[in-house]
């Protein structure tokens, strides 16, 4: 997957602004403040339909601005063809449009355009809650597995509607149908979650192997969000059925899984450093990447946002050498180019991002 062209519109600081990437290597440097994290934020936004620091409506749109425009045209080695996504996403509104077509839901826009992003704030993959470690897993799903948008769904429309009751107090024969249909969804979605960690961990091993080599052998432990093991959901609702109507919301069920990394290496699951946590997310990243590869026939768009505070120059060898092997598209942001692109071979266009406009650099004018 290769983007060929960018638009963006009212993005932060940008007004607006064009980008033609090459298909290898894209480096963009700037002085911070001048927009090169938002030009990956509008690619994650296309991606995953909210920003990598939150919400569209939390700061995402130009001040003064209706809603923020993102558009981008891209080729798969599947499909040949030139595809195309636009967004006009006001923050409480948006607008899609997929190859000309509109479109109703906005994972179906999700699930077409595949970028995997590392920023300063993914340690929270490992470290944080349980929310994004479950988005890593369903987005990875919307992309390799083509019922899974519409389980989803219907799990969330399920789970609504069962929360609503029971905020109510409703205990009638409605909240009987859709404990029914919840189950009915979550059961089939759990096991998509569960083959997924599973096709998932041994590239995560050998990813981790290399970046975070004393820690051992990486493992990853799926939680189901109920006693999985012990009664099916439909058993687990009924169990639970007084105390979430106590409560008012549904306690159990695949909205509650999570998932951690283990390592062999660490005794009694010690937490890790901010530095293990960094460079695991990192191999979970890029673990998700190579299983997106493996049955797509292509990597994702690869976006690494400030790489050099990120990683120490051993570890951006490592992580470049390996994205450059694999021929994926890669967005690299900066203050300055990487020294270590030097001893790579590899397709490379250098963008200065200054006064919210993204400029070319000649390569007779690159500073390596």
């Known amino acids: 997957m290769r983007i060929e062209r960018f638009q963006i519109a009212n993005?932060?600081?940008f007004e607006r602004a064009e980008l033609r990437p090459a298909p290898g290597i894209n480096v963009f440097v700037g002085e911070n403040g001048s927009g090169k994290t938002?030009?990956?934020?509008?690619?994650?936004v296309l991606a995953y339909g909210r920003s990598f620091r939150g919400r569209v409506r939390d700061g995402v749109i130009r001040t003064g601005a209706e809603a923020l425009e993102l558009f981008a045209e891209w080729r798969e080695d599947a499909h040949p063809r030139l595809r195309r996504v636009g967004l006009r996403h006001s923050g409480a509104r948006w607008e899609g449009r997929l190859d000309g077509e509109p479109v109703s839901q906005l994972g179906e826009l999700c699930a077409a355009l595949a970028v995997v992003?590392?920023?300063?704030?993914?340690?929270?993959l490992v470290t944080g809650g349980g929310e994004p470690r479950r988005r890593l897993v369903d987005w990875g799903l919307f992309h390799v597995e083509p019922d899974f948008l519409d389980i989803w769904r219907r799990y969330a429309r399920a789970l609504k509607q069962r929360n609503a009751l029971l905020k109510a107090g409703i205990r009638d024969s409605q909240l009987d149908l859709w404990d029914r249909e919840l189950a009915e969804a979550g059961e089939p979605l759990t096991r998509h979650r569960q083959a997924y960690i599973d096709a998932l961990e041994p590239l995560l091993r050998a990813a981790a192997a290399e970046l975070v080599p004393s820690l051992g052998t990486a493992r990853l432990a799926f939680q189901a969000g109920w006693a999985r093991d012990a009664l099916p959901l439909a058993d687990a609702l009924l169990?639970?059925?007084?105390r979430d109507l106590a409560n008012g919301y549904t306690s159990v069920g695949p909205h509650r899984a999570d998932w951690r990394v283990d390592?062999?290496?660490l005794p009694g699951r010690e937490a890790l450093s901010r530095g293990q946590a960094k460079l695991t997310a990192l191999a979970l990243l890029l673990a998700q990447a190579e299983c997106h590869a493996a049955v797509r026939g292509e990597w994702p768009v690869v976006a690494l946002d400030d790489l050099a505070s990120e990683l120490d120059r051993s570890h951006q060898r490592r992580v470049l050498a390996r994205l450059v092997a694999s021929g994926a598209q890669i967005f690299i942001t900066?203050?300055?180019?990487?020294p270590v692109l030097d001893d790579l071979k590899a397709e490379l266009a250098l963008f200065h991002v200054e006064q919210h406009r993204i400029v070319p650099i000649p390569p007779a004018a690159e500073a390596h």
């Open 11 to 13: 993005l932060r600081p």
């Open 38 to 44: 938002s030009l990956l934020e509008g690619l994650h």
């Open 117 to 124: 992003t590392f920023e300063p704030g993914s340690h929270a």
């Open 239 to 242: 169990v639970v059925r007084d």
């Open 263 to 265: 390592y062999s290496a």
């Open 334 to 338: 900066g203050t300055e180019p990487l």
